[in-house]
C-alpha cells in the first residue's frame, strides 16, 4: 500500500515528466523542415537581390545616361525605335542611344511613336528624353529667311528644315484658294516672307506655314505703319515692292530711306523707275555686276527700264527694317542715282539727268579700270 502511494501507473505519468517518447520523435522530425524553411528563405532572399540588381543594372543607365548636348531629333511617320536610336545616334552618341531606345517602350507604353521633332536638352537623361519624344509635345523648329529672291528658293529652304515636300510647297503658294483667301496673288505672296527668323512644327503643312507668315505680315503692318503708307498714296503691298528693290540696291541701311523715297519720287512724277535690280531678277541672274544695253531690251513684265510703275511684285524677301526706312524717310528731291564709283556700296545722288551722266561715267570708268564687263 505504500508503495502505491509513490509510484505512479506508466499510462499517467506525473507533471515532472519532460516528454513521451513520441513527442521526442515529434521534435526531431521538425527540424528538417525547420532547415528547409531556413533554406528556402534565403533563396527567396538572394533570388530578390539578383532581381533587384537586374533590375538596377537595366534601369540605372537610364536615368544616370545623359545627352551631351543639345539635338533635334526627327521622327518620321512608321519610325521604329531603332531607327530613331538611328537618328539619335548620329547627334547624341551611340551610347546615349541605345539608352534612349531601351527606355521607348517605358515611356510609349508600347505604343507606335508619334510623327514629329523634339528638341532634346544638353544634360536631359535618357528616360526623360525618351519620355519627350513618346509623349512630349513637339518642339519648334526654327527657319530663318534673309535674302531668298524666288519662291523656289523659299521652298527649297522650307523642305531642307521641315518635313515637307519642296513641290507640295511650291505648288502652295499657286494654289488659288490659299491666294485668295490670303488676298494676294503669285506674284506677290513672297512679299509675306518679311525677312526673320521662324518657328514651324516639323509637321506642319504648306497651307499652315503659309497661314503663319501670313499673321506675321498682319501683326507687322499696324494701324501706324498703314498710316505712313497712305501718307505716301501707296499700298502696303507696294512699299514691299519698293523695299524689295532698295534692298538689292543697296546695304546702306542709312541709305536705304533715301533710296525708297527717291524711287516713290519717280513714280509721283510719272518716270519709270530704271532700277538695275529689276533687270537682273528678269534676266534670272542676280550675279551681274555690269548692266548692258541688250539686258535693258528683256521683255520681261519685271523689266522697269522697259515698262513703267512697279514690278508685277517683290523681287526678293524684305525686311521690316527697309519698310520702316521707306515709310519714316525724309522727303527729297532726287530723281537720279548711280553706284559710287569707289565701290563702297554707297551711291551718288543727282536732281537732274547731266548730273546723274557725270556720276555715271565715273562710275563706268571705275567698272572698266577693274575689268569687270
Known amino acids: 500500500m ?73 521622327v518620321p511617320e512608321g519610325a521604329t525605335s531603332q531607327t530613331v536610336a538611328d537618328s539619335v545616334a548620329r547627334y547624341l552618341g551611340r551610347d546615349f542611344a541605345d539608352h534612349l531606345q531601351r527606355a521607348l517602350p517605358i515611356a510609349t507604353g508600347g505604343e507606335s511613336l508619334q510623327r514629329g521633332a523634339w528638341r532634346i536638352d544638353q544634360g536631359m537623361t535618357a528616360i526623360a528624353a525618351a519620355r519627350r ?19 523656289e528658293e523659299i521652298a527649297a ?60 505680315y498682319d501683326r507687322f503692318w499696324t494701324n501706324e505703319r498703314m ?11 507696294e512699299i514691299v515692292t ?38 537682273k531678277y528678269a534676266m534670272g541672274d542676280f550675279s551681274i555686276r555690269r548692266i548692258t544695253g541688250d539686258m535693258l531690251n528683256n521683255p520681261s513684265p519685271y523689266n522697269t527700264y522697259r515698262y513703267d510703275g512697279l514690278p508685277p511684285g517683290p523681287i526678293r524677301i524684305t525686311s521690316g527694317a527697309t519698310i520702316d526706312a521707306i515709310l519714316t524717310s525724309r522727303p527729297h528731291s532726287y530723281l537720279y542715282m548711280c553706284a559710287s564709283e569707289d565701290f563702297s556700296g554707297r551711291h551718288n545722288f543727282a536732281l537732274d539727268y547731266d548730273t546723274h551722266l557725270r556720276n ?14
Request: hydrophobic share 40%; with cysteine; glycine share 6%.
Open 2 to 74: 505504500i508503495l502505491n502511494k509513490y509510484c505512479n501507473d506508466p499510462q499517467q505519468g506525473d507533471g515532472n515528466n519532460s516528454g513521451s517518447p513520441s513527442d521526442l520523435n515529434n521534435l526531431d522530425s521538425d527540424k528538417p523542415r525547420q532547415r528547409r524553411r531556413y533554406r528556402n528563405f534565403w533563396i527567396y532572399i538572394i533570388c530578390l537581390v539578383v532581381v533587384f540588381g537586374l533590375a538596377a543594372a537595366a534601369i540605372i543607365p537610364l536615368v544616370v545616361s545623359r545627352a551631351p548636348h543639345t539635338a533635334i531629333i526627327r
Open 133 to 151: 519624344i513618346g509623349r512630349g509635345a513637339q518642339s519648334g523648329i526654327r527657319v530663318t529667311f534673309v535674302n531668298e529672291r524666288t519662291v
Open 157 to 216: 529652304k522650307l523642305a531642307a528644315k521641315l518635313d515637307v515636300d519642296k513641290d507640295s510647297m511650291i505648288a502652295a503658294f499657286s494654289d488659288p484658294n490659299i491666294l485668295s483667301e490670303l488676298r494676294t496673288d503669285r506674284e506677290h505672296i513672297i512679299g509675306l516672307f518679311l525677312a526673320d527668323t521662324y518657328e514651324f512644327y516639323w509637321t506642319a503643312t504648306p497651307a499652315e506655314i503659309i497661314k503663319k507668315l501670313q499673321t506675321h
Open 227 to 237: 498710316d505712313e503708307a497712305a501718307k505716301l498714296h501707296l499700298h502696303p503691298r
Open 242 to 279: 519698293i523695299a524689295s528693290i532698295v534692298d538689292e540696291e543697296t546695304n546702306q541701311s542709312s541709305e536705304k530711306g533715301m533710296i525708297g523715297r527717291l524711287y516713290i519720287n519717280r513714280l509721283q512724277k510719272g518716270m519709270r523707275l530704271q532700277a538695275d535690280p529689276t533687270v
Open 360 to 373: 555715271a561715267r565715273l562710275y563706268q570708268q571705275a567698272l572698266d579700270q577693274r575689268g569687270i564687263r
